[in-house]
């Protein structure tokens, strides 16, 4: 039993981060500009994040002390996205080329911070973890939904909860949510009725870095102890999770929790009896993630309804 | 005057000209971080980035032909895909897959002598490299799964996958590193030895550059003729403009879609070839979960040289020169990541190359009004 409250609690862990970013993900999208930059926009957020809780750390500790780091990694992941939608949106250049340089720089730019700043010299940011909740007060005494729910767990978790149910809100049921769809599908039809569409595409982006830097922060925290300039590709799962989840914000909380799950067994396979004892080593299931999106990508992409305008950047003249 | 006129308002100049505005603003942006960090030791960390490879003399030279030699061939790769259409990203998995079949070769063919052995290593880090990339492209041809992420998603699949066979196959335990090779299987010096070393007491310090940089070259100028000299390489950049419109011209784009990730997998797998087979004096791989960084620095290499391969072959050698510099900045206490942040700026003002391109003609429109008001005027 045990175990299977393991199993769910870190398949939690490794979900939760995927849905947010891939939520971020679908706002830009769904607006038209497409967001590689997604994993270098985790960096930034979880380096900014992680430094603020490095350096405070002595003075303050606990719930209090996540809750701004994450107020500083979404702002950061914002500002940092401000580079890819002035790129996108004013300067009409390709979109792939600006997220790529984003994410080249994200990582330099951490290692060279910490390097320069952190008074030992080493790139690794370490922090202590004061922020696990052992057992929430009423509910973590629940019979089974205590166990597999509230206990061992981050206010994080509960936090990107309420960001997707925003999400679904927002996107279908808010005039912005309206407006930020019909500029990802026909910009010029939006144009036409009044919307402008650079300011509709620039909410989207910035909604995505938002998402994304606190995605990076909810990705470090409860999975290590130091930051290490990288989210393990996670950027990238996102961006498939978003795809596999056809742009829509409850397919994606299915495919989060699908890949969630293919992380969790691939790191914690050797606590799981039945598959320790197997002669597959490491590298094969630190592999099973990236080979599950793949062959869930192929199966999924044949019917792929994107945004139609997604990636194009929005020219006035054009028809 | 006016050819010269007509010159510069011409393509060529533009492209070249955004490049260069992108190096400078990178380079420029550089200098920036360098005052922010140590003002006092900026001007001579500036100069160290531009004195680049020539830090460290001759060898150092040496040294930036031999890490040019593998971002040529990933700059080929991702450039190549791009006259194409497609986004090669995933450079990096298709590198480190060749390079593992280049050193399995070098270790466990021995029974081939010196010339074919070296040269079946390239053979089979070419087609390793190509088989990589055969899938994200039947997939983007057959199943229309956008090729950025199977790309990326085979990168770390490829990571892993030679990691474990590497560990399997030709692993040195005592230090984490792929295996020597078989003297036979080392590329030959190529005369390069003569040129760049430097004297270090009695003898020289050689640099580990061999012929590996003239078949990198004759790789860039082989992909130039088919790109710009063949029927194929014309459909294939037809395919790369418009892919419908080519259908509609009797073009298999299926076909050509496949057939362009392949090629440009066989040149990212030869390029891991061509760094690795540096014999015990150079590379070898390390066994970690890190992406191979020379996949991705194929990118700006790529772009800087607009995805002409002869130009790639510049930019390739400009991005090896600041990097050796980038190194050799280490001793005035900066943080060499910096060349990494310059390249990520470089490239993210690349990008606006197609607004740049609209405003030397217009500088040149404004100058021939005022020359034409003053004509009227007088």
Known sequence: MTLL?????????????????????????????TNIALDGTMIMGAFSGIFFINQMQGRMSGQSLLLIAILISVSVGVVFSLLLAYSAVNMKADQIIGGTALNMFAPAFAIYVARTLQSNGVQQISFQNTFRISSVPLLGDLPLIGGLFFR??????????????????????????????ACGEHPQAADSVGINVYRMRYAGVMISGGLAGLGGLIFVVPTSTN??????????????????????PLRILFAAFFFGLMKTVASAYSAIPFLAGSFLPGDVYKMIPFIATLIVLAFSSGASRAPRAVGVPYDKGSR | MKKAREILAGDGVNNVMSSLFAILTGLLFGLVVLLITNPADAAAGFGIILKGGFSTGAKGMGQVLYFATPLIMTGLSVGFAFKTGLFNIGASGQFIIGAFAAIYTGVHWTF????????????????????WALIPGLMKAFLNVHEVISTIMMNYIGMYLANYLIKLTVYDSKKALSMNTAPSAVLPKGGMDAVFYNSLGGGKDISTVNCGIWIAVGAAVLMYLILNKTTFGYELKACGFNKEASRYAGINEKRNIVLSMVIAGMLAGLGGALLYLSGPGGRHIKVVDVLAAEGFNGI????????NPIGIIFSAIFISY?????????????????IDIIIACIIYFSAFSLFFRSILPRILRKLRERKAERGEDS
Not at chain 1, 169 to 178: E, K, N
């Open chain 1, 5 to 33: 409250y393991l199993v769910v609690q870190q398949t939690m862990f490794f979900s939760i981060p995927l849905l947010v970013v891939a939520l971020g993900g679908m706002f830009t999208e769904r607006g038209g500009v």
């Open chain 1, 152 to 181: 061992n767990a981050y206010i994080t978790t509960y936090l990107g909860l309420l960001i997707l149910a925003v999400s679904v809100f927002v996107l279908y049921r808010t005039r912005f949510g309206l407006r930020l769809r």
């Open chain 1, 227 to 248: 930051f290490n300039a990288t989210v393990a590709g996670y950027g990238f799962l996102a961006l498939a999770v978003m795809i596999f989840g056809q742009w829509k």
């Open chain 2, 112 to 131: 081939l002598p010196a010339p074919f052995h070296w040269i079946a290593a390239l053979i089979a880090a070419a087609a390793a490299g190509g088989l």
């Open chain 2, 300 to 307: 700006p290499a790529a772009l800087l040289g607009l995805s």
């Open chain 2, 322 to 338: 600041i990097t050796q510099g980038g190194n050799y900045l280490q001793t005035l206490d900066f943080v060499p990541e910096i």
